[in-house]
Structure formats: C-alpha cells, structure tokens
C-alpha cells in the first residue's frame, strides 16, 4: 500500500496549462482503469475532478482533463484560472476494493 | 442533497479509544459503500478502510496502517457509519472524513472531524 508518486508541485500563469503526474504500479494504476483526481482547497473537503481516468463530473469545468499511460496517470488543467490554486490528489483503485492515494500536488497560479 | 456529516474528534492521550460517526442523508445509506480517509496537518490524503454495502455483507478492509487497531461498523437504520479507533498512537493525528463511495470514486465526502492524539 505504497502511496502513488506525484509531483510536490506546479505552477502556471493564468492562460496556460499544466500537467499533473501520478505513478504507481501494475496492482492499482496501471491495473485498473479507476483512477480519480481530487482538488482541495485549504480547509476544505476534496472534490472529485476526475473518476475513471477521464470521465468529468457534472459540473466539472472542461477544462480539466484526465488520462493514463502505463502505470502513471495525468491530469491536465487547460487555461489555468486562479480558482485553480489548490491542492490535487490523485486516487487509484488497488484491488479487492481497496485504495491507495497520492501524496499531492500544489498548483500555484502565477 | 447527498450530505456526509463526521463527528466525535477530538483530544485523547495515546493508547485510548475513540468512536467517530458519519451521519448521511439524501440517498440509500443501505446501498452505499463508505470510506474513511484521514490527513495529517500539512500532509496528503490517506486512505483508511471501507465498508461495503448491505449487498455485499457489510465487508470491511482496512490499510495496514490501521489493520487491527480500527473498526469500521454501520447502522442503516440510523444511516451512519462509524469508525472505531483503539489502541491511539499519535500519529493517528488527523482529520478524519467519511465519503461516499460511486461506482469506484469517491463522489461527496464529508468536512472532516479532527483527531489529536498527545499525552
């Protein structure tokens, strides 16, 4: 139950984009397609981004995007907007309905 | 609305026990699986158990962090979940929320209630 790498942090001026990592391991990223992204305001709850790799929730800006190669999983925010600081968090199914998450990710908004 | 509400933090020396609840509403609690996750200040995101759904026999599964030590229980009945901590340790410091669990994500969570283990 190795928690998924990612990147401590990225940042980006309004406009453009970035591109947020998350590797694991055949036995939950690359194994599974149920990978989701998580944003998390400072005080606050996390919110799904993302749930099976790709797939937004209703409500969910477009311009966050999701995908998977291999064992490592990304997530793209496209025409970064200030309300995008936060922190991320990506999540992978482990098997026998089990989960491992990642250790985060600081977006700043230049 | 689907609302997840977690109660029962709060400060206990190492060693002790502690009881959290997760009450829901808005949806079929007897349907739903529940997680637990946890955060330490300034920390990331840990995952800690789940209880599956009355279909699935209530099956729990815990990290290995927490394996024999924690509990997790349910009363559909009451539409809460609840976490039972044993044997404390202070790095079980953290916030705890429950959330909800859709398909194979966590779609509402909770605001989290706050465990401090010290002497």
């Known amino acids: 139950q190795s928690a998924l790498t990612q990147p401590r942090s990225v940042s980006g001026s309004p406009g453009q984009s970035v591109t947020i990592s998350c590797t694991g391991t055949s036995s939950d990223v690359g194994g599974y397609n149920y990978v989701s992204w998580y944003q998390q305001h400072p005080g606050k709850a996390p919110k799904v981004m993302i749930f099976d790799v790709s797939k937004r929730p209703s409500g969910v800006p477009d311009r966050f995007s999701g995908s998977k190669s291999g064992n490592t999983a990304s997530l793209t925010i496209s025409g970064l907007q200030p309300e995008d600081e936060a922190d991320y968090y990506c999540?992978?199914?482990?098997?026998?309905?089990?989960?491992?998450f990642g250790g985060g990710t600081k977006v700043t908004v230049l | 609305e689907v609302q997840l509400v977690e109660s029962g933090g709060g400060l206990v020396q190492p060693g002790e026990s502690l009881k959290l609840s997760c009450a829901t509403s808005g949806f079929t609690f007897s349907a739903a699986a529940i997680l637990w996750v946890r955060q330490a200040s300034g920390k990331g995101l840990e995952w800690v158990g789940r209880?599956?759904?009355?279909?699935?026999?209530?099956?729990?599964a815990y990290a290995e962090s927490v394996e024999g030590r924690f509990t997790i229980s349910r009363d559909d009945s009451k539409n809460t979940a609840y976490l039972q901590m044993s044997r404390l340790k202070t790095e079980d410091t953290a916030v705890y929320y429950c959330a909800r669990r859709l398909s194979y994500n966590l779609d509402v969570w909770g605001k989290g209630t706050t465990v401090t283990v010290s002497s």
């Open positions: 999540c992978s199914f482990a098997g026998s309905f089990t989960w491992v």
């Open positions: 209880s599956r759904s009355k279909a699935y026999g209530y099956a729990t």
